[in-house]
């Protein structure tokens, strides 16, 4: 083997004997080249002369290249593209990404890829954002913005790859983030990618709110109105996979009186479709789950009273409600005949008891100890109260 002859650009290698001649698969020679930049360069292999044993050239041999490209070392930068899920806007519409960088290293440069559904957005325009208007950056910002034209309503994911340069050259891999495009689901209100509880509860706080030209989400069925049917259909998507009588936050999101209200309006509607169905079982089911287990006289409220109070209850089945007012010596003073009443509970001042202080005759009673007591159907309780003047 010759020693190697060295140019500014260039390293000749020769060889006069290789120990005999081979016909095989073999290393001809290793070169070995430091690093003094840090950047992608070529090493090809350039008038190649190979002879046989007899001296004379060989007709083929192989001539190729190398890329030699800089190592990625690991980087503790995240860059995520915002928002992180979002609605498909409608054809010929823009959707708009930003591409944001937090907890990195300094920056000089970047290089990356936008890889996206190309049946659904058109090719990226990209705009240079704030990161790197003073050449470096070493704080959060905005890289670059991409604005895509929506070709097709669908749900399609965009996501990036590539590297991070150092000002010294150096080439970092961080994480990176991809966002969603997402078409809502039927009842999805709250545009989160699904339908659940807090949908339901969105449905029902917006009853009676206008749908203006932008639409309302809660207006599921978009007939211009908020109403029972869009719960109806967002209770149709929750299906099995939310047990309401094991969801203490649905329950506490309904009043009883008003899932009564909404289940009989709903029925007299006769919705067939099989979502409209599924939602309204869904809706005898929470109405099963609110109504109280057991019927209850509760304490009545103020105590001591003057000159008016009010006796909240508990019904656990449909009953005739009588409440009946005795003075200290056990005589009837005053009888309230409720009438018929669903299983509830009737314990705010628009739906429990009320006694004014007066008798029958519609004379105020004196003040001291009297007694209430609720009858409904089979169930009868009695409980103290105190008129004090």
């Known amino acids: 083997m010759?020693?190697?002859?060295?140019?500014?650009?260039?390293?000749?290698?020769?060889?006069?004997?290789?120990?005999?001649?081979?016909?095989g698969d073999g290393t001809l020679a290793t070169v070995t080249f430091e690093a003094l930049n840090v950047k992608p360069s070529v090493i090809g292999a350039v008038d190649v002369l190979l002879t046989d044993s007899e001296g004379e050239p060989l007709l083929s041999w192989a001539h190729g290249t190398r890329v030699v490209e800089p190592t990625l070392l690991p980087s503790s930068a995240i860059v995520s593209l915002n928002p992180a899920s979002a609605l498909?806007?409608?054809?010929?519409?823009?959707?708009?990404?930003?591409?944001?960088?937090?907890g990195g290293q300094d920056v000089a440069d970047y290089k990356f890829a936008v890889d996206y559904d190309s049946s659904a957005l058109s090719s990226p325009e990209r705009s240079p954002g704030d990161y790197l208007a003073g050449g470096v950056g070493n704080g959060d910002g905005t890289l670059e913005s991409l604005t895509f034209e929506v070709l097709e309503v669908k749900s399609s994911k965009?996501?990036?790859?590539?590297?991070?340069?150092?000002?010294?050259?150096?080439?970092?891999?961080?994480?990176?983030?991809?966002?969603?495009?997402?078409?809502?689901?039927?009842?999805?209100?709250?545009r989160d990618g699904a339908v659940n509880i807090l949908d339901l509860v969105l449905v029902a706080s917006s009853f009676g709110q206008p749908v203006g030209e932008g639409g309302n989400p809660a207006d599921v069925n978009e007939d211009g109105v908020v109403n029972?049917?869009?719960?109806?259909?967002?209770?149709?998507?929750?299906g099995a996979a939310a047990a309401p009588a094991s969801n203490p936050q649905l329950l506490a999101s309904f009043a009883l009186a008003d899932m009564q209200e909404w289940l009989a309006e709903a029925r007299q509607l006769n919705l067939a479709d099989a979502t409209s169905q599924q939602g309204i079982l869904f809706l005898e089911r929470l109405l099963e789950a609110l109504a109280p287990k057991k019927t209850a006289l509760l304490p009545n409220y103020p105590n001591p009273f003057?000159?008016?109070?009010?006796?909240?209850?508990?019904?656990?089945?449909?009953?005739?409600?009588?409440i009946i007012i005795y003075d200290a010596m056990g005589a009837s003073v005053r009888q309230l005949a409720l009438g018929v009443?669903?299983?509830?509970?009737?314990?705010?001042r628009s739906k429990a008891a009320y006694w004014d202080g007066r008798n029958e005759s519609d004379e105020a009673v004196a003040s001291g100890v009297y007694f209430y007591q609720l009858r409904a159907g089979e169930y009868s309780a009695?409980?103290?109260?105190v008129i004090l003047k």
């Open 341 to 348: 009443q669903s299983p509830g509970i009737y314990t705010d």
């Open 2 to 23: 010759s020693p190697p002859v060295v140019s500014e650009n260039k390293v000749t290698l020769s060889a006069t004997s290789l120990a005999g001649a081979s016909d």
């Open 382 to 385: 009695t409980k103290r109260m």
């Open 88 to 102: 498909s806007p409608s054809v010929g519409e823009n959707h708009v990404l930003s591409v944001n960088i937090a």
């Open 158 to 190: 965009v996501s990036l790859s590539g590297y991070l340069v150092a000002p010294n050259g150096l080439r970092y891999l961080p994480t990176f983030q991809s966002a969603a495009v997402i078409v809502p689901l039927e009842g999805d209100v709250n």
């Open 228 to 238: 029972v049917i869009d719960l109806v259909k967002v209770a149709g998507g929750l």
């Open 306 to 322: 003057n000159p008016e109070t009010w006796i909240p209850y508990r019904l656990a089945h449909t009953a005739d409600v009588q």
